[in-house]
């Protein structure tokens, strides 16, 4: 590679890097009367990024796949960051953060096909298995083929497709465990599939990121939302080898409490459910299918100071389905407000493989 073209990676990728961090650490730790302090420990990793911006302007064209992708990502993390800033400064309100957030899994995206790269492959890493020898040598392999991320009729602003990943590494010679993640009320499983990828690169588990039918999921009505998931399964079941006894349905938010709702069905084939940040109403355990709850695996996770579906709800749904019979794991987080903690992905697939948790 050309050296200039190599100086000026190295110049770019730490502050762009850095950036995307700040704004996971703001969307992770995102809670409104906290808002200033949480933008002061993020800290201002922007302004080097905008700095060091122009070096990729007179790039040879051999080099432009790599050029337009830094470019997308850089644009994108920046104009998450400027959205961030102005809320910060008086002009805007929490809607404003949440659009402003919108920006970081699209500056993912745009950054992913980079991973030949080894700093943008340990970004999407989990931190504490980026020294792992044996994934790195599972990821610098030629990635085999049906690998990698795919979208189906998931293009923004579209309704009931779907978005995946497939471990590069993936063979068919093993059944693999499938994590099919549900988005929040006013998000998409484009930008959601980001919430897990790293956990699901880093420890072999292919992950689906549905997009609702509706403008979010069938909680209320008609559900058209149990019948689209399960054609995507037979989608995915139809080209990779899944693990019929690890098929977890998890769910942020909205995407949770129809985990909930869908899950719970005598009809549902997934093994496991993970709601995260979720509401339940009492009536759910009342009219679930009784043989469905009898010792099903349940992870509930939730936020001590989650403003939108207290923590009471919570407690009391750990309650209604141990008392149902379900096997319930319950996780919550003290300083997590209505945000999705990445952090508990580990935990949820060590849970899903039969690995002991602890806890209640």
């Known amino acids: 590679m050309d050296e200039a073209v190599v100086d000026d990676i190295v110049a770019v990728l730490p502050p762009l ?3 995307l961090e700040a704004l996971a650490f703001v969307a992770r730790n995102l809670d409104p009367p906290e ?3 949480v933008m002061q420990i993020a800290g201002e990793p922007d302004a080097a ?3 060091v911006r122009s070096r990729l302007a007179a790039w040879p064209d051999k080099f432009a796949h790599i050029k337009t992708a830094l470019e997308a990502s850089i644009d994108a993390a920046l104009a998450g960051y400027a959205g961030l800033r102005e809320v910060e400064g008086g002009q805007g309100d929490l809607v404003g953060v949440f659009r402003a957030l919108r920006y970081l899994p699209r500056a993912q995206e745009a950054l992913y096909p980079l991973t030949e790269l080894p700093p943008v492959s340990g970004f999407f890493l989990a931190p504490e298995l980026r020294e792992d020898a044996a994934l790195q040598a599972r990821l610098a392999a030629t990635p085999k083929a049906d690998t990698g991320i795919f979208h189906e009729r998931n293009e923004p602003g579209s309704r009931g497709g779907f978005s995946m990943y497939v471990p590069e590494y993936y063979t068919p010679e093993s059944s693999w465990p499938l994590v099919m993640a549900l988005h929040g009320g006013s998000g998409n499983g484009r930008g959601f599939l980001w919430s897990w990828l790293r956990d699901a690169r880093s420890r072999g588990a292919i992950l689906v990121a549905p ?3 509706g403008q979010t999921w069938a909680l209320m009505g008609d559900d058209t939302d149990t019948p689209n998931l399960n054609r995507i399964l037979d989608q ?3 080209r990779w080898r899944i693990d019929e006894t690890r098929m977890l349905l998890t769910g942020m938010s909205d995407g949770g409490t129809f985990s909930y709702v869908s899950g719970l069905d005598g009809a549902s084939r997934f093994t496991h459910l993970a709601p995260v940040s979720a509401t339940f109403h ?4 009342e009219v679930a299918d009784a043989e469905r709850l009898r010792g099903l695996p349940v992870f509930i996770t939730h936020g001590r100071l989650d403003w939108m579906f207290p923590v009471q709800t919570a ?3 750990q309650g209604l389905l141990s008392a149902a019979g379900a096997n319930v794991t319950y996780r919550e987080i003290e300083d997590l407000s209505h945000c999705y903690p990445r952090e508990i992905n580990a935990e949820i697939l060590r ?3 039969g690995a002991p948790v602890g806890g209640t």
Do not use: E
């Not at 009492?282 to 355990?285: F, I, W």
């Open 315 to 317: 407690r009391q749904t």
């Open 282 to 285: 009492p009536l759910m355990a």
């Open 35 to 37: 808002f200033g302090n």
């Open 49 to 51: 990024l905008q700095a």
């Open 17 to 19: 890097l850095q950036t």
């Open 211 to 213: 997009t609702a039918t």
């Open 236 to 238: 995915i079941h139809a």
């Open 351 to 353: 849970w899903l493989s």
